[in-house]
């Protein structure tokens, strides 16, 4: 038998023998793509475990598939009977390819339901694919190195263990991961690639016969770390102009201010960004110098590395909407302990840390008067505004459904490129404000949908920072549509004495 | 080691040999050696029983024999193909029946057989036909419903439908009961007039293998103890007149005698 043929013959062996798990797997397709077209609205919320169970089904077919020939215990059935070790893994890497193309398929199916561009579903399909794609290379590959289906499960159990150790880590140390190389290129794809290889390796003879721990852990550490890195930093696009200095930024480090209060030293720093921009400022080590000339640096400390800091109120960055640029003074707030507030205290003599600044640029992809009506749809956002009231005055219903980067993926790999924001522009534009999103319920880590009601009267129940500061009815207002692109990032070492 | 030059089986051509080892060496950690200097011949049309105690390399053996493992040195021919080196390549014609080599399940028997039939070129369903009757079993009987002898039959039936030139068991009888062992036997005794088959058991059922073998090969601790043809081996140790005696005369972990009460 040639190569080809013997693939097809072994991965159509699989799909006979997993054919219960396969008719689980297409009914929770075909729910899921049902679900993602809009149909079954009434049922929407309830089917939601259809599609996270999808892809996890998806994967557990695709290890079942790799354990039934594997390559690292004893002589095995297709060992014996004489097929090639390359047509073995083949034929488990074709079954997963069926797989992710008829997600892919109803993924663009649903995506094309949306009125995106051909450039548009293109990124969306292709980012879902090799994310979805690298954790079934991952599923296959574990289970090419277990010995059964106990093994896979054992594998399974551990891939938890370490990505939950891992991520306990995160949590104290998101700052120092995000400078991880994982974050620097795509998990997915280191996460694929070392998939691929572990595969290769695993099936380049009809079996090793020696304990494959090694890869296996090899795997499990490297895909729990892909789990564990900030999903923003895993997701970004490649972007030539991510990792290059964000020149339209223009930082005063002169103007640094440094105080200590009684608990903490506080940093101003002003900045001129151009306009429709999100700053996003993070320190990644700083350190107080004393008057004896001794140095207390605070990273080493174990304060955490980078203190994040919501630099802008939201409605101060629409406020500056088509208004040329904008100087805003970043504030920073570094707590301190009561131990190294009692040697700073009066000592103080000048603040040192590095800087990094993120920048957001922001698009308008949509806009129209709240009482219009209609539909306005971009990449990752639909957007639906309806009258409240029956004669639409007092009141417009802003709802919108997040358009999923990929309808089946797992809940921790949902991510975005670009940031959509909605906010309200009264008419005369002066006062703009966020539509804030709504909180995720629980299950629903995408925040996929959401509604809000236009502040026309205080009956609707809005919180009162969000009202017209004149207290004017919403009348002929607009609503924008915008999404905020990773546009550059500047770091940038700053040094100051501490003001008196 | 204890060494009797084979006689060639009536069915082969004079001296021809179905395996031809020399100096096998195999190691799954670098220096503990699982086969140490194994030099074996078997000729054609021979039955050969490899016995010798746990962990004496019977099944790396095998596993070598049949193309599976690669051994660190030394020089295999299998039907006078060289299956070591640089130019070597898997033997054809040969049939591993290993106990640990499970049948996937989702398939009927006759399923089975028609998947597995694309991969041997002599490949003969009549054959394995008449072995299902053979063993009583029913080809539409799901594999997951087997017992493990069950399993047994099967792989034993698939491995005996490729048609093998040598065919190597690996403990066929272990977990069987009397009446499987005898079908199995059956079996292994079903070969067509025209076709010569090498067989080689390594089995600890030396009684079952009294049936059905005329050469042997001990092995123990990685080396090989005694090799021949049975009957000659039998002839320079009168007082050997079994298997079990061999075993126990050439082996390190003989078990303790049992005296008859005076």
């Known amino acids: ?500 | 080691m204890h060494m009797v030059p084979c006689s060639a089986s009536s069915h082969a051509a004079p001296g021809s040999l179905a395996i031809d080892a020399s100096h096998l060496h195999f190691a799954f950690v670098r220096g503990t050696d699982v086969l140490d200097d194994v030099t074996v011949t078997v000729p054609d049309g021979a039955t050969c029983a490899l016995i010798g105690p746990n962990g004496a390399g019977k099944s790396t053996l095998l596993e070598i024999l049949s193309g599976l493992r690669t051994p660190r040195s030394g020089s295999l021919r299998v039907q006078g193909a060289v299956v070591t080196g640089a130019t070597s390549t898997r033997p054809t014609g040969v049939a591993l029946v290993s106990s640990r080599a499970v049948p996937p399940s989702g398939f009927t028997i006759t399923d089975l057989l028609r998947y597995l039939a694309p991969w041997h070129p002599r490949w003969d369903m009549a054959v394995a036909d008449a072995l299902l009757e053979q063993f009583a079993l029913a080809g539409r009987q799901p594999i997951a419903t087997l017992s493990f002898g069950g399993h047994m039959k099967v792989q034993l039936l698939c491995a005996l439908a490729s048609l093998p030139r040598v065919l190597l068991l690996d403990e066929p009888f272990i977990g069987l009961d009397v009446a499987t062992k005898d079908a199995l036997i059956r079996g292994l005794l079903t070969v067509d007039h025209d076709e010569v088959r090498t067989t080689v058991i390594a089995s600890h059922d030396l009684a079952e293998m009294e049936l059905l073998v005329d050469h042997l090969l001990v092995l123990d601790g990685g080396r090989v103890r005694l090799a021949g043809d049975l009957d000659a081996l039998r002839s320079h140790a009168p007082s050997a007149a079994t298997l079990r005696d061999l075993y126990v005369r050439h082996t390190s972990n003989s078990p303790t005698r049992m005296e008859p009460a005076a």
């Open chain 1, 1 to 500: 038998m040639t190569l080809p043929s013997e693939m097809l013959r072994i991965c159509a062996k699989d799909v006979r023998v997993l054919r219960w798990p396969l008719a689980v797997w297409a009914t929770l397709l075909a729910v899921s793509t049902t679900r993602g077209l809009g149909m079954l609205q009434t049922m929407r919320d309830a089917l939601y475990p259809f599609a996270i169970l999808l892809p996890i089904t998806a994967a557990i077919i695709i290890a079942l598939a790799a354990a039934a020939d594997p390559a690292v215990s004893g002589p095995t059935f297709w060992g014996v009977h004489r097929q090639r070790p390359t047509a073995v893994a083949s034929a488990k890497g074709l079954l997963a390819m069926l797989l992710l193309a008829c997600m892919v398929a109803s993924h663009a199916l649903v995506l094309s339901s949306h009125g995106l561009t051909a450039h548009q579903l293109f990124v969306l399909v292709a980012r879902a694919a090799l994310e979805t794609g690298a954790w079934f290379v991952f599923a296959a590959a574990l289970a090419a190195c277990a010995r059964d289906a106990k093994g896979v499960l054992a594998g399974g159990a551990l891939f938890g263990i370490i990505a939950f150790l891992l991520s306990t880590i995160a949590a104290d140390h998101a700052g120092a991961m995000a400078m991880w190389p994982l974050s620097r290129v795509s998990g997915a794809v280191l996460l694929a690639a070392v998939g691929v290889g572990v595969m290769a390796w695993t099936y380049r003879a009809h079996f090793t016969g020696t304990p494959a721990r090694a890869r296996t852990a090899a795997l499990l550490v490297i895909a729990a770390c892909v789990l564990v890195t900030p999903r923003d930093s895993m997701a970004r696009p490649v972007d030539g102009r991510t990792l290059q200095r964000d020149t339209a930024l223009h930082i005063d480090t002169s103007g640094v201010i440094a105080r200590v209060d009684q608990r903490a030293v506080l940093v101003d720093v002003p900045v001129t960004y151009p306009d429709s921009s999100i700053v996003v400022a993070a320190t990644t080590s700083w350190r107080l110098h004393l008057g004896d000339g001794s140095i207390i640096d605070l990273w080493r400390r174990g304060v955490p590395v980078r203190r994040t800091a919501k630099l802008l109120q939201p409605d101060e960055s629409l406020a500056a909407w088509g208004r040329g640029t904008a100087q805003r003074v970043l504030q920073f707030r570094f707590p301190l302990d009561s131990a190294t507030l009692g040697r700073v205290e009066g000592n103080l003599v000048r603040v040192s840390l590095a800087m990094e600044i993120d920048r957001l640029a922001m698009h308008r992809r949509g806009a129209f008067a709240s009482h219009d009506g209609g539909t306005v749809a971009h990449e990752g956002v639909r957007l639906r505004l309806e009258p409240a009231t029956s004669d639409g005055r007092f009141a417009t219903s802003v709802s919108y459904v997040r358009v999923p980067a990929f309808t089946e993926r797992l809940p921790w790999t949902v991510a975005y490129a670009n940031v959509p924001l909605l906010a309200w522009l009264p008419p005369d534009g002066s006062s703009a404000r966020y539509l804030k999103a709504a909180e995720p319920r629980a299950g629903d880590s995408g925040m996929r949908s959401g509604s809000w009601v236009l502040p026309g009267t205080d009956m609707q129940g809005f919180a009162a920072a969000l009202m017209p500061s004149d207290g004017t009815p919403a009348v002929g207002g607009t609503v924008v549509a915008i999404a905020a692109d990773y546009a550059g990032r500047v770091t940038l070492p700053i040094s100051a004495p501490v003001r008196p």
